[in-house]
């Protein structure tokens, strides 16, 4: 089953507020007043009150003369839409933690799993897992391509047959279906580091079929840092997949100053 996951966490942006407010219809289930609210836009904040219904933001007005079933008294801090780490490497210890305290209260709503080239494979049957799993914070998934690579040649440092190759094409391509967002490298890890860019590009492409994207921890921080840098400018290109260097970084006291 695809898990999808509204990455905008937009109820408080400016394009819905105008809806909200002309929202009508059933008594408030739950009302916040004296918040003190950033929508996320990059519009100053504001003071508000929100009126909720369901699991549905209906109004957002500078006040709400309704009453509700619950109410809230933000006491004056701040209301925003939930926050998104895009670098997580938590996906087994969901299963042991589903609260996601240690998110939750830092108003992380979203966690992207499998950077750096190294996610759950298959990919599909964790995503599986995660739909059964009652849980407090939405998670999304890249496929790893260090993790892929592992899963048909273990770390073996050759390149792949052609037989091996169009293996690692069907993970990446079975994981895209599942509802990844992309592929992830980690040139920088074994059994990422054995992987020549020719190979990263072939699996980049079938990402690229899917809409996704290309995040990779590149295979040198250090003194060869603008060869990988260029490296991972040749995968997105070839690849033909927007590309994010994941740690925008220069290693090495020789280094620093020059990030």
Request: proline letters at 5%; glycine letters at 12%.
């Amino acid at each position: 089953m695809k898990t999808t996951i509204a990455f905008g966490c937009a109820a408080l942006s400016a394009g819905l507020v105008a809806a909200m407010l002309n929202a009508q219809g059933a008594p408030y289930d739950l009302i916040i007043r004296n918040a003190r609210i950033i929508d996320g836009t990059g519009s100053p904040w504001y003071r508000a009150e929100i009126g909720v219904r369901g699991d549905t933001i209906a109004t957002i007005a500078p006040s709400i003369p309704e009453n509700a079933a619950r109410v809230i008294d933000a006491g004056g801090q701040i209301v925003s839409p939930g926050f998104i780490d895009i670098h997580n490497h938590g996906r087994e210890n969901i299963f042991e933690l589903p609260t996601a305290d240690n998110y939750i209260r830092q108003g992380v709503t979203t966690i992207v799993e499998g950077p750096d080239g190294g996610s759950a494979v298959p990919l599909g049957a964790f995503l599986d897992k995660l739909d059964a799993l009652q849980k407090s914070i939405n998670i999304a998934s890249f496929v790893g391509q260090g993790s892929v690579r592992e899963a048909v040649l273990g770390r073996a440092n050759r390149r792949p047959t052609p037989a091996e190759l169009d293996k690692m094409r069907g993970i990446v391509e079975e994981s895209m279906k599942a509802g990844a967002y992309g592929m992830s490298t980690g040139l920088f890890y074994v059994p990422g580091a054995f992987t020549p860019i020719e190979e990263v590009i072939e699996l980049a492409k079938v990402a690229a079929k899917y809409g996704g994207i290309h995040i990779s921890h590149m295979r040198d921080e250090a003194f060869g840092v603008i060869d990988s840098v260029k490296e991972t400018i040749r995968i997105g290109e070839e690849g033909g997949l927007p590309t994010q260097v994941t740690h925008h970084k220069i290693v090495g006291p020789a280094n620093y100053g020059k990030s």
